[in-house]
T-cell receptor
Framework: QKEVEQDPGPLSVPEGAIVSLNCTYS??????FMWYRQYSRKGPELLMY????GNKEDGRFTAQVDKSSKYISLFIRDSQPSDSATYLC????????????FGTGTRLKVLA | DGGITQSPKYLFRKEGQNVTLSCEQN?????MYWYRQDPGQGLRLIYY???????QKGDIAEGYSVSREKKESFPLTVTSAQKNPTAFYLC??????????FGSGTRLTVV
């Protein structure tokens, strides 16, 4: 079993829909969580960075962490065709660590 | 503007050749990383460095080598010992405990 699991997709939604992207993990020590967006043939860019449980909002993006279920989510409101990309989650157990464990990514397609 | 520059964008390697991928950052980040990305496997850590003149092996270091002579630079050499080098290579940097900033990647193909 991988430490971090992500559904690879593709996930296709109509423009304007609310998108839910998820990761599950097995290591209960994880407490630092990140979401990245990666366009085709480009490097990933950091979208959200959260610590422990709870929600964090930034514009149309909301990151949610449920440590009791070992489950994290990224919600995208009013999705746009420009949101079409692969979304990667990453997580770590320690503060000050240099190493994060990445999920394999979920490919999202937002249809105009 | 601060960022990470990877070069070249595309690289072709013949069998038995060593090739070097460049990574330079002007973010004043202490830590730098090399990841390999293959379809369906996500990002796998090759090497990372926390300070100048020091680096550690990641999960798939065999067939690769690095150096960290300057804070800004972390080149990766893919040696002939790496039997399946065709992949997308990503360099990243960070401050302690911070999120990664990635470069735009180098696509390496064996010909």
């Amino acid at each position: 079993q991988k430490e971090v699991e992500q559904d690879p997709g593709p996930l296709s939604v109509p423009e304007g829909a609310i998108v839910s992207l998820n990761c599950t993990y097995s290591n209960s020590a994880f407490q630092y969580f990140m979401w990245y967006r990666q366009y085709s043939r480009k490097g990933p860019e950091l979208l959200m960075y959260t610590y422990s449980s709870g929600n964090k909002e930034d514009g149309r993006f909301t990151a949610q962490v449920d440590k009791s279920s070992k489950y994290i989510s990224l919600f995208i409101r009013d999705s746009q065709p420009s949101d079409s990309a692969t979304y990667l989650c990453a997580m770590s157990a320690r503060s000050g660590t240099y190493k994060y464990i990445f999920g394999t990514g979920t490919r999202l397609k937002v249809l105009a | 503007d601060g960022g990470i520059t990877q070069s070249p964008k595309y690289l072709f390697r013949k069998e038995g050749q060593n090739v070097t991928l460049s990574c330079e950052q002007n973010l004043n980040h202490d830590a730098m990383y090399w990841y390999r990305q293959d379809p369906g496997q996500g990002l796998r850590l090759i090497y990372y460095s926390q300070i100048v003149n020091d680096f550690q092996k990641g999960d798939i270091a065999e067939g690769y080598s690095v150096s960290r002579e300057k804070k800004e630079s972390f080149p990766l050499t893919v040696t002939s010992a790496q039997k399946n080098p065709t992949a997308f290579y990503l360099c990243a940097s960070s401050i302690v405990g911070g999120g990664y900033t990635f470069g735009s990647g180098t696509r390496l193909t064996v010909v």
